[in-house]
């Protein structure tokens, strides 16, 4: 008699963790790059390392608002020292004169610490007395002065390829001066839905209709993971119409994504039209939402079948197309990140398929970790991605979860917030 666990394995069905291994494998990073200006920058990805020609800072500079002075002129065996007010040195106006024995220079920050100077005592430890300038000793010698070459010298690398420039790397580009940068080429997607059954929204439905809400999902998705998305519309259940769709996608993008005609049904041409114009695998992964998933290449551009079900599409396209995208445009991989969070709900599971439950991450009054489920769970359900802000993770084999156990949680990242 078959052991209960084995039939619940259903080895036939690939592990999801195993299939983005095997899937990766069959991508390729482009090779293409183009040069934007640092305006345009925003969101694409490095394609070379990148160094800095200057010292940052470039000069020693002021931490705070205050007064500089030579820290040999103090009276250590005094809690304060007056000095002789001399100049000042303001950000893009920096003190001309001398250093003098004795003196100190207002100083603003961000501005030059003049040459001879080397300590700054913020304004709010000063007595000022007309040019009478009263310092509480600072700590120590240096303070509150920002060293040239203290964040990193001239020849030092500063952003390496393969990262994805956020508001604080053109930041960073900036400080060093860069005007252009060398990014990736943008991907271009061309997806579209199968379905006799879908409409467009705005228009009525019939029995047995209903409206193609994937198309618009999979649009935000392919938006948030900053490429080129191409919509090509809702394709009826005709082989022919389906094959002329597959045909035009392949030739203006690097990627063909579709929802839906990855089942078995007898409407569902999608490997029969793929097998007879590319290549094409079809995979039954141990993953829930979404265990029919199909891969393959058309011409040149690599194809992704997501399942028609709404989350199911959701799921299978933020945990396997969104690592193949992510190849595809050389983004350096980083594992996500995950967490430990205390169930605030029952959670019901079959043993057989690792499930990405939808759920909401809080911390309570202690500031410890809760998370519960968005309510129902069925694949067709997308008000339960909408309400969610994270995926709660349950291994291959287990198997019901009462309230109180601890799980592991994956905040969702940008794609998905």
């Known amino acids: 008699m078959p052991n209960n666990q084995d039939l619940c394995a259903q080895p036939k069905l690939m592990h999801p963790d195993q299939a983005i291994e095997q899937l990766?494998?069959?991508?390729?990073?482009?090779?293409d790059t183009e040069l934007v200006t640092l305006s345009n920058a925003i969101d694409r990805v490095l394609a070379e390392d990148?160094?800095?020609?200057?010292?940052?800072?470039?000069?020693?500079?002021?931490?705070?608002d205050g007064f500089a002075f030579r820290y040999v002129d103090l009276d250590?065996?005094?809690?304060?020292?007056?000095?002789?007010?001399?100049?000042?040195?303001?950000?893009?106006?920096?003190?001309?004169?001398?250093?003098?024995?004795?003196?100190?220079?207002?100083?603003?920050?961000?501005?030059?610490?003049?040459?001879g100077y080397d300590t700054v005592q913020m304004q709010e430890e000063t007595q000022v007395d007309g040019d009478s300038i009263t310092i509480v000793h600072p700590k120590k010698l240096g303070a509150n002065v920002r060293g040239r070459g203290e964040e990193l010298l001239a020849g030092t690398k500063v952003l390496h390829r393969g990262i994805t420039i956020r508001a604080a790397e053109m930041g960073v580009l900036a400080t060093i001066g860069i005007s252009q940068v060398r990014v990736t080429r943008k991907l271009k997607v061309a997806f579209f839905s199968t379905g006799d059954e879908l409409r467009p929204i705005g228009s009525e439905l019939s029995p047995g209709q209903i409206y193609d809400?994937?198309?618009?999902?999979?649009?935000?998705?392919?938006?948030?993971?900053?490429?080129?998305?191409?919509?090509?519309g809702v394709i009826n259940d005709d082989k022919e119409a389906i094959r002329g769709a597959f045909k035009e996608a392949a030739t203006?993008?690097?990627?063909?994504?579709?929802?839906?005609?990855?089942?078995v049904g007898d409407a569902d041409y999608t490997k029969q039209i793929l097998s007879e114009e590319?290549?094409?695998?079809?995979?039954?992964?141990?993953?829930?939402?979404?265990?029919?998933?199909?891969?393959?290449?058309?011409?040149?551009?690599?194809?992704?079948?997501?399942?028609?079900?709404?989350?199911?599409?959701?799921?299978?396209?933020?945990?396997?197309?969104?690592?193949?995208?992510?190849?595809?445009?050389?983004?350096?991989?980083?594992?996500?990140?995950?967490?430990?969070?205390?169930?605030?709900?029952?959670?019901?599971?079959?043993?057989?398929r690792v499930e990405y439950q939808r759920g909401i991450l809080s911390r309570n009054a202690s500031g410890e970790l809760e998370v519960s489920i968005t309510g129902g769970q069925g694949s067709g359900m997308l008000t339960s991605m909408s309400l969610a802000n994270c995926f709660v993770i349950l291994e291959q084999f287990q198997g019901d979860l009462a309230k109180g156990n601890t799980v592991t949680v994956e905040p969702f990242n940008s794609v998905l917030c």
């Open 252 to 263: 203006i993008a690097d990627m063909v994504l579709t929802s839906g005609g990855v089942s």
């Open 278 to 352: 590319g290549q094409i695998t079809f995979w039954k992964l141990a993953i829930k939402p979404g265990k029919p998933f199909a891969f393959g290449k058309i011409g040149n551009a690599i194809f992704c079948g997501l399942p028609g079900n709404p989350v199911s599409s959701m799921v299978t396209y933020y945990k396997l197309v969104l690592p193949i995208l992510n190849k595809m445009q050389g983004i350096t991989p980083k594992a996500p990140l995950l967490c430990q969070a205390t169930l605030q709900t029952d959670i019901r599971k079959h043993p057989g």
């Open 213 to 232: 809400s994937n198309r618009y999902s999979i649009q935000g998705l392919l938006s948030k993971s900053h490429v080129e998305w191409i919509d090509l």
């Open 76 to 115: 250590l065996s005094q809690d304060k020292t007056t000095l002789t007010l001399i100049g000042s040195s303001f950000a893009g106006h920096p003190f001309k004169g001398k250093e003098q024995p004795n003196s100190c220079i207002r100083i603003m920050t961000g501005a030059p610490v003049p040459a």
């Open 50 to 64: 990148l160094a800095s020609s200057i010292d940052l800072p470039p000069f020693d500079n002021s931490a705070m």
């Open 24 to 31: 990766l494998a069959q991508v390729d990073a482009t090779q």
